[in-house]
């Protein structure tokens, strides 16, 4: 079973609020259809966990909500869930014009954070819907915070999540750069602690209310599963069981 994350990035314009790269979640959408039309026992299992780009993160940043500020306000709610919402339809309307059984799962209605900030997120129905053979769909997305209101959950928070929760055989992340990169722009074939890549790890340069390349990392190393990060190019070779990019051990 593989969770994907679809980088928000990688399919919109990041620096235009709520603009859409339409040409990379094209290809996107092509890499996954041929994945899936390759698998012939129909065994590959697949859950699609996308981020924000320019939609999502603009409205919460306006709003100044973040993983842990929390607003109290149903219409600062309503911005961020209903931009995420926006994305998400045209990311599974993509999926949809390649006769791929993709429906949505919204956090908001799923998932909620104890007073601690800790994450829970029930995955009966995305269980469920793997087992009918569908492709779950989520995103990023505000959800109830006890004593903060609601705050934010990053696409890479609930890939994590969910990988565990599961038991992903492979998680992928879908990043605007082919992989981690060193001082010289190389990629980082591997990476088994974080100290391998601290010096190089910074932070993400566009509006982005959930970390950068560093805070990925630091999630993907906690995980049991082996867990690549590519660009789009990677994409297709990682969905038919290579290991583009750099991988987290
Ligand atoms: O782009 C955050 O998801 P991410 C979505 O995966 C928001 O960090 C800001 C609602």
Request: glycine share 6%; no cysteine.
């Given at each position: 079973m593989i969770v994907l994350k679809l980088g928000g990035s990688v399919i919109t314009e990041k620096d235009r609020a709520e603009t859409l790269d339409g040409d990379a979640l094209e290809r996107a959408a092509d890499a996954i259809e041929t994945a899936l039309a390759d698998d012939e026992d129909e065994d590959e299992r697949l859950v699609i966990v996308h981020g924000g780009g320019s939609f999502g993160h603009h409205n919460a940043s306006e709003h100044g909500v973040t993983t842990t500020e929390g607003t109290h306000e149903a219409g600062a709610v309503m911005?961020?869930?209903?931009?995420?919402?926006?994305?998400?339809?045209?990311v599974l309307g993509r999926l949809h014009e390649r006769d791929l059984?993709?429906?949505?799962?919204?956090?908001l209605s799923t998932a909620s954070r104890d007073d601690d900030g800790d994450l829970?997120?029930?995955?009966?129905?995305?269980?469920?819907?793997l087992g009918e053979g569908f492709v779950p769909v989520l995103h990023g997305d505000?959800?109830?915070?006890?004593g903060t209101?609601?705050?934010i959950v990053s696409g890479d928070e609930l890939v994590v999540d969910l990988a565990r929760q599961l038991g992903a055989d492979r998680i992928g992340l879908c990043s605007t750069v082919p992989g981690v990169l060193d001082g010289n722009?190389?990629?980082?074939?591997?990476?088994?602690a974080f100290e391998d890549a601290a010096d190089v790890l910074g932070e993400s340069d566009a509006t982005d209310v959930t970390g950068g390349?560093?805070?990925?990392?630091?999630?993907?190393?906690?995980l049991e599963?082996?867990?690549?990060?590519?660009?789009?190019e990677g994409l297709e070779p990682f969905l038919a069981g290579e290991n583009p990019g750099t991988t987290i051990e």
């Open positions: 911005d961020i869930h209903g931009a995420m919402g926006t994305l998400n339809r045209f059984e993709a429906v949505p799962v919204h956090p829970d997120l029930p995955t009966t129905q995305v269980r469920t819907l505000v959800i109830a915070h006890a209101g609601a705050t722009d190389e990629v980082i074939d591997e990476i088994v390349m560093a805070a990925k990392v630091r999630a993907l190393l906690e599963a082996e867990a690549s990060i590519f660009g789009l």
